[in-house]
Structures are given as C-alpha cells and as structure tokens.
C-alpha cells in the first residue's frame, strides 16, 4: 500500500477528522509518529483512541464524539476548542485553524475520504484554502496532495506519494482551469491545459522512478487511489492475455 511508503515532511500537524469507517490502527501510528501536533477533529477522537495514540488538542461540535474518546482525551490533558453545532464551517476546517494558531507549516489529514461525497469534497476545498499548509491527505485507499503554480508547492515525485512503477493516479484541476505537465508516466503531458474536472487527467501510470507532476498554472489535485490501482493490475492482466491471443492468431495464420 503506498501510505507504508510515503515520504512525510520533516515537522507537520497531524488532524484526524470524524469518517465513519477510520484507517487502521497501523496507518494512524505511522503518521503520528513524526508529528509535532496532533489534533482530533470531533469523532476523530474515537480513531486515535482505538488507536491508543496521545493528542494534545480537540476541536469541533462534538455532536458524535463517543463518551469513551471523551474519557480518553480527558486522560491525554487534550486542549478542547468548542464551538456551537450552528455554524458555518466544518469540525475539520476549524481543526485546521487551530492548528496554524499553533503555528504548524505543514498539515497531514486522515480519516477524510470514507464518508459522504459532499463531505469529501468539502475536504478537497479546504484543502485548497489551506496550500499555504502544504496539505497532504492519507487514508487507507487514498492519497492526496495539491499543487498550485502560485502556491508553496508546484510539483511532486510520484514516489514521495508512495507510488511505485506500474502504479496508477489522476490529476485534476478543482477550482478553474489550470496548465499541467506529467514526466516519466505512460500518457506524459507539457504544459497542458485543462479544463476543470476534466478526465483527461484521469487514470494515468507511473513508468519511471522518477515521474513527476507539475503544476505550471492553476490548482490541480493528484489522487492516489487503491481502487485504481487494482483496475490498472486487471487491465494490465487483460493486455497481456490480448497480446498472448494475438502471438497465437499470427502462429496459426502462418501454418
């Protein structure tokens, strides 16, 4: 799996946000390791509690914190940032704030992507708003990063996702249209435009150690998904098995 070999920044903020179904206890001791702050955003409390893992701050409306997380928090001496369940932000936007009040420079998210798709793509706009944080997303069967031609960060090697050669990822652009190059992967791109959500950046293969993504103009999203890495394994089994069918349609053309 790619988070098991994903370069992580030297000092990052680590928040946990609330997903029904969160990553493995093995996923979130990885990412805490290095983190210089953790912070659980409302029921994000739960998994670092599963987890057995100290946090030092909490955030949100805790309207579906579980009363063990509350004890567990209790227990590490968490910080609690309560606000009111008639808002107009997200438990994990308000997370993120505490944690650049805290000074962090880099972010890591987790337990973000296995829950409603309005939640999810709520993340990817705050997300956004917060480039200047560096944000990187990890999950059990996503990874994502953002890279924006004005921002902090316009490019990155594929292998700093955790990706390796035969790997599959995508590209977006979110918010406009934006300009993209792709090197070392098997459909490349220079200084290509497109269009917002479009599908050309949709599912392309990493064939070079050092393939990169960069951002030329624009905002664009790179997604690692484990879903799309199990596609690219059966349409390569499935090229295979059309090569070996062509071979022997030439043999038995050729008797």
Not at 36 to 51: F, K, N, P, Q
Not at 63 to 92: M, Y
């Amino acid at each position: 799996m790619p988070w098991r070999r994903i370069t992580l920044p030297d000092q990052y903020a680590l928040i946990v946000a609330g997903s029904p179904y969160g990553p493995p206890v093995e996923l979130l001791r990885r990412l805490s390791e290095k983190a210089t702050l953790i912070v659980a955003a409302d029921s994000g409390a739960d998994h670092l509690a599963r987890a057995g893992i100290p946090f030092s701050h909490i955030a949100g409306d805790f309207d579906s914190i579980s009363e063990e997380a509350r004890e567990f928090a209790r227990s590490c001496g968490a910080e609690w940032h309560t606000v009111p369940q008639d808002k107009d932000f997200t438990d994990l936007r308000f997370a993120l704030f505490i944690a650049r009040q805290s000074g962090a420079s880099h972010i890591v998210l987790s337990a973000c992507t296995a829950g409603r798709l309005d939640h999810v793509m709520g993340v990817m706009g705050t997300m956004i708003a917060s480039s200047d944080l560096h944000p990187l997303l990890v999950d059990e069967n996503e990874i994502v990063c953002i890279l924006g031609a004005q921002g902090p960060r316009a490019s990155v090697e594929l292998a700093a996702l955790g990706l390796s050669i035969g790997d599959t990822f995508s590209v977006l652009a979110p918010v406009g249209p934006a300009t993209v190059t792709e090197k070392g992967v098997q459909w490349p791109l220079d200084y290509k435009e497109i269009a917002p959500l479009d599908g050309l950046g949709i599912s392309n293969v990493m064939i070079s150690d050092d393939a990169t993504v960069i951002a030329d103009a624009g905002v664009i999203v790179v997604v690692v998904s484990r879903g799309q890495r199990k596609l690219a394994q059966k349409q390569r089994e499935l090229a295979l098995l059309q090569h070996e069918l062509d071979q022997k349609r030439s043999e038995l053309e050729s008797v």
